[in-house]
């Protein structure tokens, strides 16, 4: 009996957390997003929000483009990560390791918005780049590196960056050193003894890495709106232009809803793929 | 048990304690929803010493502070400053706003016209929601150097300037280049047909001139950054954004558009759930002596509706707004109407096309 | 004249020096391995055992000297190409492959055909008494299991050299038994040659035609078992290689290559050899079997010959000894107790004459250690 209560004791903290900040501002927000506004105060209940997304295309291509960009700045992270954790992992010792860690850390130190005028100063015409290229005589005039999906992809990454190298300086640490020697020492070459032994072994760390980046991505609403430019179309600025802009709570709670049911499936299609369970990822 | 009883009797004794030092401190802090500039740190220590009332700042705009009174229903802040267009409707909608009482206010402080044209755009079933406080315009902010030749919205779409203009992605955007168009949009207000193919329009010139934009600036300073290395020559922005930059380099000003400068007014608003209604009749009354305004009108950039503060204005700063604004100007200024419920929609929509038009 | 064709060594190592900073690894080692033998190199953790076995692999370059295999210098070799394979200390079995994976693993690097792989893997499956296991995942498998897979994935691509690092140091003794026999009948088995290293004197005792002793970087002495056994070349060997009684001593006369010795524990003993010791000190070796229990017959015939009580009797079967303390003396030592009846009855605290020749006891100048 009181072992019972100690354990309800002991859920309580995490059953409100879920129940008070995550469950119920959802349902509120589902039936806020089952809500059209007909009159000036006045709301008829239906499908009308889900249908409007559905019929617009603007709304559908903007959903896609958010989707795809966010995996390929998943694939890119992932690309540009694996090399940078496998260093810190396997490569690197003792003092280094921490050293490079700390390197990965420290942008994450400043605020994401200071990090994204950081990139802005960079590659903006009259930024750092453009000079350097200027001075070095490889470019006539000013180069605008901002404002385009290529800056926005950078920032996206940059940003994520950090979310990928732990998970996988974690999975490759826990990788013992006589498989690769042995993988070398029957005859494999870097590249088999990468693809037949490091990379298996180190899928659950791609997984969870690439789910944390993938939802970061998918949610990020700074860089893409600051960094991307005028032809910037981000899933999450089209929620906030309809809650905060245009005070239209309803088609924003539902384009929520779709974004959570997006972020789901993704996941979900992305374990399936890799053969992986969302406990074993997250075990 | 005893103990129990002491240690129960003590917590509950200490929470009510804690609750009365809450209540007791909010009293007295005036909780302040506002623009960048309309509160400044001087004033509000002057205010303090006076009153013995703390004020507690919160920077915001239009579009935020009313998603942000409607997501509290109204509470959270004791005074907001929203436009005077934007508190009529979100009033009628969201009942976000408390009636105000002129009695506790001294009228006399205020220049009247302004005064009587804002109680009036902010009328909602016989009560009056805003008084006003400071007023501006929006236009164009050129480098004469570069771009001279910009005398109108339109003009930003020039094919000389290409990717070297920029402007907001916003209802003012639409506003100005429908009256740049030759178009007026404040006389379709009622008519929502007729509104809607005006914004149609605007769009469609808007889309055209999408690959001339840099980029659309979201933030005062992203906009003054872009000025300012001249990576953008001319931009619509506010007055207050040209002057500033004039200060700094001669070349660059604002400039009222052939077609007419926006005008607008931010007001004073009583948040439906105000906590402090006294001290934010404290506030107003004490900002609007013409000897703060002028303080305020220094910090803010802009004018203020408070009589006579002309008289302590920097003169600098009316220098520069007579430059801009000759007197054909300031009678050409198109003040913005009170925006009937549900424009704001045709207007996203349109918005949302013209960002990914390509 | 002509020379007739010697078959090279297998394996040969010629002088190797491996430095890590200012640290000797390993310093001047050299030996041959001759085909289809059994060789172990045993030493304690830290001797530069597993930095010798590295570099043979090709893991690791040597400071200094050569490798060859079959006569053939392999130093600009890398792993991956030499014709050696390496069984590790804790297997490194791919856990994420199937056993027939792990065994096809190098065949498909060799760029064999998958009939020939099938073919090969079911051969080396049945050859090591595991045949339909193929499909098995590798955490299926029990621990002595798992050791003949790794055998067998290195085995089946017919290295000229096995290498093997500890591989039974994770199992447990009554398994590690069963291995070793069955380790060397792999070995007879595929006539291969295994270079074993190991900490553990009995593996490399049971299982090597032949074997090193390694000390700090050093090779003591290499030989057959019995010849590391019985005839020590260093006090290291004498210690490190089975059981011993050891003593600290002097030596107090010398007569031809022999004489007599004190411990520090006041034991006075005559020894057949005595090496030259500066300062006239030694440490002497006497091995637990040596020591007769009872009356064994009359004196003068140089044995030496104490009363002793019996301070505790360990009872292991057939490995059972005594712990006694020699009367009038401190020295404590140890004796094996053989179960054949006479002395079943010992009991702590029984009084028990003892003896040994004083050939067995072995005698170097004071190492130190």
């Known amino acids: 009996m009181s072992a019972r209560l100690s354990l309800w004791l002991l859920m309580l903290p995490v059953l409100l957390w879920l129940g008070l900040l995550i469950i119920l501002p959802h349902i509120d927000m589902f039936f806020v997003s089952l809500r059209t506004r007909v009159g000036v105060g006045e709301y008829e209940y239906g499908l009308a929000n889900y249908a409007a997304f559905f019929t617009e295309p603007l709304y559908l291509r903007t959903f896609a483009r958010t989707a795809i960009m966010s995996v390929l700045a998943t694939a890119l992270t992932l690309v540009i990560a694996f090399p940078v954790a496998y260093f810190i992992a396997k490569v690197a010792r003792g003092r280094w390791q921490g050293v490079l860690f700390l390197f990965c850390l420290v942008p994450f130190w400043v605020s994401e918005l200071v990090r994204t005028f950081g990139w802005m100063i960079l590659l903006r015409e009259t930024g750092v780049f453009s000079s350097v290229l200027q001075w070095a ?86 860089t893409p709106t600051m960094l991307g430019g005028k032809d910037s179309l981000w899933f999450t600025e089209m929620i906030y232009s309809q809650f905060i802009v245009r005070f239209n709570w309803e088609l924003g709670a539902a384009f929520g809803f779709l974004l959570l049911a997006l972020s789901s499936f993704i996941v979900w299609a992305a374990l399936k793929l890799s053969g992986q369970t969302l406990e074993k990822t997250l075990g | 048990m005893l103990t129990n009883g002491t240690i129960l009797r003590g917590t509950v004794a200490t929470l009510l304690g804690l609750g009365a030092l809450s209540t007791s401190a909010s009293a007295e802090t005036l909780r302040l929803l506002t623009w960048g500039g309309y509160a400044p740190e001087e004033v509000i220590e002057m205010f303090t010493e006076e009153t013995g009332i703390e004020v507690e700042v919160t920077k915001s705009n239009n579009e935020e502070m009313i998603a942000k009174l409607r997501a509290t229903g109204g509470g959270g802040f004791d005074l907001a400053q929203p436009s005077q267009d934007r508190i009529a409707g979100p009033q009628a909608e969201f009942d976000i706003y408390k009636p105000i009482d002129l009695s506790k206010i001294e009228t006399g402080l205020f220049i009247e016209s302004m005064l009587e044209a804002t109680k009036a755009n902010t009328t909602v079933d016989g009560e009056v929601y805003g008084v006003p406080h400071v007023w501006g315009t929006s236009g164009l902010v050129v480098n004469t150097a570069e771009a001279g030749s910009v005398a109108d919205y339109t003009d930003l779409c020039n094919e000389e300037f290409a990717g070297k203009v920029s402007y907001r992605l916003k209802r003012p955007t639409l506003i100005g280049f429908a009256y740049a168009m030759g178009l007026d949009p404040f006389a379709a207000y009622g008519d929502e047909a007729a509104y809607s193919d005006i914004v149609a329009q605007v769009e469609e010139k808007l889309i055209e001139c999408k690959a001339n934009v840099k980029a659309y600036w979201d933030g005062g300073d992203q906009l003054m950054g872009l000025l300012r290395s001249g990576e953008v020559v001319a931009s619509m922005a506010w007055d207050t954004g040209g002057w500033k930059l004039n200060a700094e380099n001669p070349d660059i000003t604002f400039v009222a558009p052939a077609s007419g400068a926006l005008g607008w007014i931010d007001t004073f608003a009583l948040p439906k759930k105000t906590k402090a209604e006294d001290a934010a009749y404290k506030w107003i009354n004490f900002v609007m002596k013409p000897e703060i305004a002028a303080m305020i009108t220094a910090s803010a950039g802009n004018f203020t509706a408070s009589n006579g503060a002309d008289e302590f204005a920097d003169d600098e700063l009316k220098a520069r707004f007579q430059a801009s604004f000759p007197q054909e100007a300031i009678d050409n200024i198109k003040w913005y109407p009170t925006v009937p419920a549900g424009l704001e929609a045709i207007e996203g929509a349109a918005l949302d096309r013209v960002k990914a038009a390509n | 004249m002509t020379e007739s064709p010697v078959t090279p060594p297998d394996l ?149 050299v096995l290498l093997l690092d500890e591989p039974l140091g994770a199992l447990d003794l009554k398994l590690r038994e069963h291995m070793k026999v069955e380790l060397k009948a792999l070995q007879a088995a595929f006539d291969t040659t295994f270079v074993y290293i190991t900490h553990d004197q009995g593996e490399a005792l049971v299982m090597s035609d032949r074997i090193a002793v390694m000390n700090a970087g050093r090779f003591e002495q290499i030989g057959t078992g019995p010849e590391l056994y019985h005839a020590p070349a260093t006090g290291f060997v004498a210690g490190f290689v089975g059981d011993s009684n050891r003593w600290t001593a002097t030596v107090e006369t010398r007569a031809g290559d022999g004489g007599t010795i004190r411990t520090a524990e006041g034991l006075t003993c005559s020894v057949a050899s005595l090496p030259d010791a500066p300062g006239g000190q030694v440490t002497a070796f006497l091995r637990p079997e040596s020591i007769s229990l009872g009356d064994t017959g009359a004196s003068g015939d140089g044995r030496n010959r104490f009363d002793a009580t019996v301070d505790t009797v360990y009872f292991n079967g057939a490995n059972s000894h005594l712990r006694l303390t020699v009367d009038g003396t401190a020295a404590q030592l140890d004796a094996a107790l053989p179960q054949t009846g006479a002395f079943q009855s010992v009991r702590a605290g029984d009084r028990i004459a003892v003896s040994w020749g004083a050939d067995k006891l072995v005698c170097f100048p004071d190492a130190g250690n």
């Open chain 1, 137 to 222: 005589g490889l470019a006539d005039g000013p180069v605008e590196m901002l404002y385009n999906d290529a800056a926005m992809m950078v920032g996206l990454v940059y940003t994520s960056m950090l979310f990928m190298v732990v998970p996988l300086v974690t999975t490759l640490q826990s990788l013992d050193d006589s498989l690769v020697e042995a993988g070398y020492d029957l005859g494999g070459n870097g590249f088999t003894v990468f693809r037949e032994i490091i990379l298996p072994h180190a899928v659950p760390g791609i997984v969870s890495g690439s789910i944390v980046v993938f939802m970061l991505s998918l949610g990020n609403y700074l």
């Open chain 3, 12 to 160: 040969e190592c010629r002088d190797i020096v491996r430095d890590f900073g200012d640290t000797r690894a390993v310093d001047h080692v050299s030996f041959d391995v001759p085909p289809g033998s059994f060789f172990s190199i045993l030493g304690p953790s830290g001797c530069g055992k597993t930095t010798l076995m590295r570099m043979i692999a090709g893991f690791q370059p040597p400071s200094a000297g050569d490798i060859l295999i079959k006569g053939r210098s392999v130093l600009d070799v890398p792993p991956n190409r030499r014709p050696v394979n390496m069984v590790f200390q804790h297997l490194a079995l791919f856990p994420m492959m199937s056993v027939a994976e792990n065994i096809g693993y190098g065949l498909r690097r060799q760029g064999l055909g998958r009939s020939e792989r099938d073919e090969k893997i079911t051969a080396v499956l049945d050859r090591i008494g595991l045949p339909g296991t193929g499909d098995r995942r590798i955490d299926q498998l029990s621990g002595g299991q798992k050791q003949r897979i790794a055998i067998a994935r290195c085995m089946v691509m017919e290295p000229d």
